[in-house]
């Protein structure tokens, strides 16, 4: 059974910090993405960042200059350091993977269960 396990989150002033880790565990052929999504009260699930092959990243237009993925491909492990964090910057945030289960013929989408991100003064 295939699992993405978030850690980090939390509450933090306007212009702080957080970082946020997932690690994906189980039975894992290959993983051809890693990344992070979104979502806010009454808004759509969105994009934040994602790194596909090594080297390979994007982001959402509006944390670009303040959001880093990196990503250990050995480990199955990506993080997201957000630094000049914004109130708009509140949400849910999900950790996301398209990977290959052992034994399994394609790729599928797995979600972790998502880590509380509130920006406030």
């Known amino acids: 059974q295939v699992q993405l396990v978030e850690s980090g989150g939390g509450l933090v002033q306007p212009g702080g910090s957080l970082r946020l880790s997932c690690a994906a565990s189980?039975?894992?052929?290959?993983?051809?993405?890693m990344g992070w999504f979104r979502q806010a009260p009454a808004k759509q699930r969105e994009l934040v960042a994602m790194s596909t092959r090594p080297g390979t990243t994007n982001y959402a237009d509006s944390v670009k200059g303040r959001f880093t993925i990196s990503r250990d491909h050995a480990k199955n492990t990506v993080s997201l350091q957000m630094n000049s964090l914004q109130l708009e910057d509140t949400a849910v945030y999900y950790c996301y993977a398209y990977l290959r289960p052992v034994g399994s013929p394609g790729t599928n989408h797995y979600w972790g269960q998502g880590t509380q991100v509130t920006v406030s003064s």
């Open positions: 189980g039975s894992i052929f290959s993983i051809d993405a």
